[in-house]
């Protein structure tokens, strides 16, 4: 028998009418949205100040336990508890016809609250610039999971005629699936760690199912995982409404256990299906970046990839890995299938699963990929797991690029292509490394008498490039395609004047330098040349060989860097690191540029879309007057809150523990000026210069890999794209520039940040006073003791010998009394900048915590006002419907 649709829409009509009938109904609706509201706008979402809904999506789940039992709980059991069920199975209509415009009906309802919680994206758009389409998956979720779960608060109401009752079962039936990953993280614990019904539990939990529509994909087996939920427990409903039919005595009996059978064999064919589809792992990218389809530069590698040369890509994958890691095995398989159905006959794709102690274990092993011992937390205790997530890139006998590891922030999309491109090139590029006291290659360390390992970037770089190590003792010759000079301040006089002889030749040549080197002050550029040997007698540094005149670089240049001055930013992007973060610490981000130059060049490719880098310490470039080479600022710190700091307020040099930071140095503003921590330097005249010079060599130190492999902090820097991306545009090697910088963007809380600006400044101008109330009371003091000193020197009655006797007394005198007064007038002034510094910081939590609050009460009002109105259209229409002269009009004549 077909499905009517007449029929279907007259019990759907019917159910849907009657929720909306009174007040609870609304009422339900507005405490909804309210505890949506409570969980996506808490206090972590604006410590986080990213304009998403990701704290709505981690609580999300927990949320439908209370919105899908309180719609479904009437849809059957008032039915049975007024008898009208007995009516409804009476009239025409067949039983699944009956089942499905009930299901439709709380479906819709779902809808109407769900939409009425779209005044969460309204609140979302207000406080900055969220992705559209990332809102459109994870309300697609959100729509998709309350569907499923709806069919089995239903089967809960139809086992009973008590709303109550029903409310319970069905809670307890949603959270079998909202709960079934936690469950899945014990189940270790008792039946073996690695087990493949651990995985599936997992898999099969609600909040796992909801990740990918978090991130702002549809994923096919998300679908079908609700579509199967849905099925299965429709099927339930039928049966049980079906039940009235063949219950009662033993045929009925044969009948229940025919009917659970086949509710089993549908539950096996339903997880079967959803297995094989979460092995394809086939998802549509709605993002506005598209970060989870393969870019076109992936698309043109493979598609002129020779035809003489076949690729194969190996990837050691462990079939079960911790929790963190799933994003990372699920992105991974999902791209090599791409490049395998994208290139064709040209590249194999052979995906080994790789247990620890297996046959394929040793494979990996035998290519450089082992298993990461991985700390996790699973049923409340801390666990380490062996995987493996590597892959090996072959392109002949001897092309091969290996990826030991892919981890929770390894850019998967940009590895894979240039490691394909690498092994298909007939000749690798060359960069040389320039010998220096950094010593980024490595080598022996004569203080410690110990072998220092390469630099992250070095081991970076081979994986494109051939990588030399280049010394400046005697003049720089070799065939580089680009020349790293990391802390050339450091060269001796003769190793200088190879370094300048060799830039002036026009060859591409990357600069690191820096007024305070971060990971190891004693390379200052401000500081002697520490001996190689280590320390003197006494532990006492000894001084090396002279330096070098960096200036000869610098006019070479045209340039002007003052290497006694450190930058520093008094605004923190990031709130939660508000109170550990020193102004030392430079964040430039794309925001800076607002009503100002922009932070990040689109002139040149090197620094063109990125979003923020983060510099330690760093200095400050720029043009000279009359210099006839061109320079491109690629980074540049805001002018609203940057000034430098000079050395000597900055470092004290002690002779036996080297360079002491000092605290609490004075920092002033200077909105005037422009601050350009790097830039790109050209020139046609003569031999040309192709140079580009960064001010701070900490923004390559291995920190940065560590913050981007784990997502430290839930930073998202681009320091090593943004070296990476010079270094491939100084060697010509401009394929993977645009791969690498690809990333969502960084949309942050505007309306937050704009508002409390205001504050920050405030507190500046405040610091700058109190900074010159203290000078101020210095110079008085200071004038009285050059006073009573010239008063002494101007007696007459004195002879030579008794002035100086009573000069230098008096100084000693004063000079004690004047060290006191610095302290009191130091702590003075520090106590008033930490008053009025824990003064914005409350009118800025205050600020927040106003639009915590409207954001929190906002978004109930459209679901109450309309629920108010409902309620008065009902109460006059009723009252409409009453004879007049039944109306009590005085109270008192009836009393």
């Known amino acids: 028998m077909s499905l009517r649709k007449h029929v279907i829409f007259a019990v759907f009509k019917r159910n849907f009418l009657s929720y909306f009938s009174g007040v609870i109904g609304y009422l339900f609706i507005v405490v909804f949205v309210a505890l949506g509201s409570v969980l996506a706008f808490s206090d972590q979402f604006f410590a986080n100040n990213i304009a998403s809904l990701d704290q709505l999506n981690q609580y999300f789940p927990l949320l439908l336990l209370f919105i899908v039992p309180a719609i479904t709980m009437s849809a059957w059991a008032d039915e049975r508890k007024t008898g009208t069920d007995e009516l409804l199975f009476t009239l025409p209509a067949s039983d699944g016809e009956i089942v499905l415009g009930k299901y439709l009906s709380v479906l819709a309802v779902y809808s109407v609250a769900l939409a009425f919680s779209l005044s969460h994206v309204v609140v979302l758009f207000m406080l900055g610039h969220p992705d559209v389409g990332q809102l459109f998956a994870n309300y697609l979720g959100y729509w998709c999971a309350g569907a499923a779960l709806l069919s089995a608060g239903m089967f809960a109401s139809i086992l009973t005629s008590s709303t109550p009752v029903a409310f319970v079962i069905g809670a307890v039936l949603c959270a079998i699936p909202v709960f079934s990953d936690r469950i899945g993280a014990i189940l270790p614990d008792f039946l ?6 651990s995985r599936l539990f997992q898999n099969m939990g609600l909040s796992e199912q909801l990740r990918d529509f978090g991130l702002g994909m549809i994923p096919l087996s998300g679908l079908l995982y609700f579509v199967s939920i849905c099925i299965f427990m429709l099927y339930l409903n039928l049966v049980m409404a079906a039940r009235r039919h063949w219950a009662g005595g033993t045929k009925g009996t044969q009948m229940g256990w025919q009917f659970a059978a086949r509710a089993l064999c549908l539950a096996i064919i339903l997880i079967s299906a959803n297995v094989v589809f979460a092995n394809w792992n086939v998802r549509e990218d709605v993002t506005s970046e598209k970060l989870y389809s393969i870019s076109p530069t992936t698309k043109k590698i493979l598609s002129e990839l020779p035809e003489k040369r076949r690729i194969l890509i190996q990837a050691f994958i462990s079939p079960e890995v911790p929790r963190e890691y799933v994003p990372v095995r699920t992105t991974l398989l999902g791209l090599l299938r791409q490049y395998d ?3 064709g006959d040209q590249l194999d794709v052979r995906i ?11 494979e990996a092993r035998t290519f450089g990929i082992g298993a990461r011992e991985v700390q996790t937390e699973r049923a409340g205790k801390v666990v380490t797991d062996s995987v493996f997530l590597g892959a090996v890139v072959t392109g002949g006998v001897d092309d091969e690029v290996v990826i030991p590891w892919f981890d929770v922030g390894t850019p998967i999309e940009y590895e894979l292509t240039r490691s394909i491109g690498t092994v298909t090139e007939t000749k690798r590029r060359k960069v040389g490394i320039l010998t220096t006291d950094a010593k980024i290659a490595g080598g022996m360390n004569m203080q410690t008498f110990s072998s220092d390992p390469e630099w992250r970037i070095v081991t970076e770089l081979k994986k494109q490039y051939d990588v030399v190590d280049v010394s400046p003792d005697g003049p720089i010759t070799g065939d580089f395609d680009v020349l790293i000079a990391p802390l050339p301040s450091s060269l001796t006089v003769p190793q200088m004047k190879n370094f300048v002889n060799y830039v002036k030749s026009g060859k591409p040549t990357l600069i690191f330098d820096d007024p305070m080197p971060a990971f190891n002050p004693q390379l200052a550029a401000q500081l002697p040349k520490p001996s190689p040997g280590g320390g003197g007698m006494f532990g006492q540094r000894q001084p090396g060989p002279p330096k070098g005149d960096i200036n000869l670089l610098l006019n070479e240049l045209g340039i002007a860097w003052d290497k006694g001055q450190s930058v520093f930013d008094l605004v923190n992007p990031h709130p939660q ?9 430079v964040f430039v981000t794309e925001r800076n540029g607002e ?11 090197v620094s063109k ?7 330690l310490w760093p200095g400050s470039i720029r043009p000279r007057e009359g210099s006839q080479a061109k320079f491109i600022p690629l980074i540049r710190s805001a002018r609203s809150s940057t000034g430098v700091l000079p050395f000597d307020q900055l470092i004290s040099n002690h002779p036996l523990f080297g360079p002491q930071m000092l605290p609490n140095p004075k920092r002033i503003i200077d909105a005037n000026t422009d601050y350009y921590l790097a830039a790109r330097i050209t020139s046609d005249v003569g031999a040309g210069l192709n140079v580009v010079f960064i001010a701070d060599m900490d923004i390559i130190s291995n920190m940065f890999f560590q913050i981007r492999d784990r997502q430290m902090y839930d930073l998202n820097l681009d320091n090593v794209t943004f070296v990476l991306n010079a270094v491939d545009e100084l060697a010509g090697d401009k394929e993977y520039i645009p791969l690498r910088k690809r990333r969502a963007e960084h949309r942050t809380l505007t309306t937050v940040e704009a508002r409390t600006q205001t504050f920050v400044e405030k507190l500046q101008q405040e610091t700058e006073e109190a900074n010159k109330d203290a000078e101020k009371q210095l110079e008085e003091a200071n004038a009285k003791l050059n006073e009573a000193v010239e008063k002494i020197r101007n007696d007459p009655s004195l002879d030579a010998q008794d002035k100086q006797i009573r000069i230098q007394m008096t100084q000693r005198s004063l000079q004690q009394r004047l060290d006191v007064d610095k302290v009191n007038i130091e702590n003075a002034k520090e106590k008033k900048v930490r008053q009025e510094k824990r003064e914005t910081e409350r009118e800025i939590s205050a600020i927040e915590g106003r639009i915590k609050m409207w954001a929190i009460l906002l978004p109930p009002i459209p679901a109450l006002v309309l629920g108010i109105i409902i309620l008065c259209i009902r109460v006059t229409n009723e009252r409409n419907t009453i004879v ?5 009009r005085d109270v008192g004549k009836h009393a």
């Open 577 to 585: 690191f508000a109170s550990v973060v020193q102004p030392d610490l």
């Open 341 to 343: 159905q994208a290139a």
């Open 352 to 362: 080994v699963n790789t247990e620890q102690f297996s046959p394929e274990a040793d």
């Open 595 to 605: 009503g100002e130059m922009a932070p990040f060049s689109d002139e040149s490719e």
């Open 609 to 615: 879309g990125l979003q923020e880098t983060l510099l």
């Open 192 to 197: 073996g760690r690695h087990l493949s019904a």
């Open 884 to 888: 007049p002269e039944r109306l009590v």
